[in-house]
């Protein structure tokens, strides 16, 4: 796409699933990105599938900021600059409240809210400095409805779409764009974080009947990068054609 070749694009969670795919497009298309992620083993064997350097892949948890600011100073380093940068790292541990999962409850705050956090915070000193960039956060259909079960998902989806929302209002000065992708069912790992008795089973059902691959993702991302400086597609919200929630 016009608009993508030559972006400097630093992803987390990166090494599978919705990450990996849109690195697999960004890459395609003349982008150059900078992939994070927790398993290194995954990292360098997409970095080797698409033919990047050792340089493109940093070994990165969201939970610890000074990792996600080590990942963004890569790609500065390596390239000199950001354009996009992609909080897509995730978990999705669904759970009545009543089972008192707590520190499945803990870890969904830190990597799904937390994570978004760092990664603005790494990313936004260097665009600022350039008054250009755009940084996507990654949501959920489970961002605007609530299913029983997913009440501490939602609710970080949900604290994701208004972080999203500030960085649009705040950050205009600095010509810096704010979108945020809300998938349903995609074909990735996020489901296998779901370990509650009998949610299991219910999730691994749901995304058998409806997800759609992640491909489907990399395109809606790769639309709003596309776009020229003086358009800022907020948000994209998409599900299955036959996905009813």
Same mark, same amino acid.
């Not at 959920?140 to 961002?143: L, P, Q, R, Y």
């Not at 939602?154 to 779409?161: E, G, L």
């Not at 999730?203 to 992640?214: K, L």
């Not at 489907?216 to 790769?222: D, K, V, W, Y």
């Given at each position: 796409?016009?608009?993508?070749?030559?972006?400097?694009?630093?992803?987390?969670? =990166?090494?599978?699933?919705?990450?990996?795919?849109? #690195?697999?497009? !960004? %890459?395609? &298309? +003349?982008?150059? $990105?900078?992939l994070?992620?927790?398993?290194?083993?995954?990292?360098?064997?997409?970095?080797?599938?698409?033919?990047?350097?050792?340089?493109?892949?940093?070994?990165?948890?969201?939970?610890?900021?000074?990792?996600v600011?080590?990942?963004?100073?890569?790609?500065?380093?390596?390239?000199?600059?950001?354009?996009?940068?992609?909080n897509?790292?995730?978990?999705?541990p669904?759970?009545?409240?009543?089972?008192?999962?707590?520190?499945?409850?803990?870890?969904?705050?830190d990597?799904?809210?937390?994570?978004?956090?760092?990664?603005?915070?790494?990313?936004?000193?260097?665009?600022?400095?350039?008054?250009? =960039?755009?940084?996507?956060?990654?949501s959920?259909? #489970?961002?605007h !409805? %609530?299913? &029983? +079960?997913?009440a $501490?998902y939602?609710?970080?989806?949900?604290?994701?779409?208004a972080?999203?929302?500030?960085?649009?209002?705040?950050?205009?000065?600095?010509?810096?764009?704010?979108?945020?992708?809300?998938?349903?069912?995609?074909?990735?790992?996020?489901?296998a974080?779901?370990?509650?008795?009998?949610?299991?089973?219910a999730?691994?059902?749901?995304?058998?009947?409806?997800?759609?691959?992640?491909s489907?993702?990399?395109?809606?991302?790769?639309f709003?990068?596309s776009?020229?400086?003086?358009?800022?597609?907020?948000?994209?919200?998409?599900?299955?054609?036959?996905?009813e929630?």
């Open positions: 796409m016009q608009g993508i070749e030559n972006k400097v694009v630093v992803i987390t969670g =990166g090494s599978s699933g919705l990450g990996a795919e849109t #690195a697999r497009h !960004l %890459v395609w &298309a +003349g982008a150059k $990105v900078v994070g992620a927790r398993r290194l083993d995954r990292l360098q064997a997409l970095a080797e599938e698409l033919g990047l350097g050792a340089e493109s892949i940093v070994q990165t948890d969201v939970v610890h900021l000074d990792q600011q080590a990942l963004v100073a890569r790609a500065i380093g390596t390239h000199g600059r950001i354009d996009v940068m992609l897509n790292a995730g978990v999705m669904l759970s009545p409240l009543e089972m008192l999962r707590v520190d499945e409850w803990n870890q969904t705050i990597v799904n809210i937390k994570g978004v956090f760092h990664g603005i915070a790494a990313a936004l000193p260097y665009m600022k400095a350039q008054k250009s =960039g755009q940084i996507i956060n990654v959920s259909v #489970a961002g !409805l %609530v299913s &029983a +079960g997913g $501490v939602s609710a970080s989806k949900f604290a994701v779409r972080i999203s929302e500030g960085v649009r209002k705040e950050l205009k000065p600095y010509n810096i764009r704010s979108t945020i992708l809300s998938p349903g069912a995609v074909d990735t790992d996020l489901p974080s779901t370990k509650a008795e009998g949610m299991t089973q999730m691994q059902a749901f995304y058998e009947r409806n997800a759609i691959p992640a489907s993702f990399a395109r809606c991302a790769l709003a990068i776009q020229p400086e003086d358009v800022d597609i907020n948000e994209i919200l998409f599900r299955p054609t036959r996905q929630f």
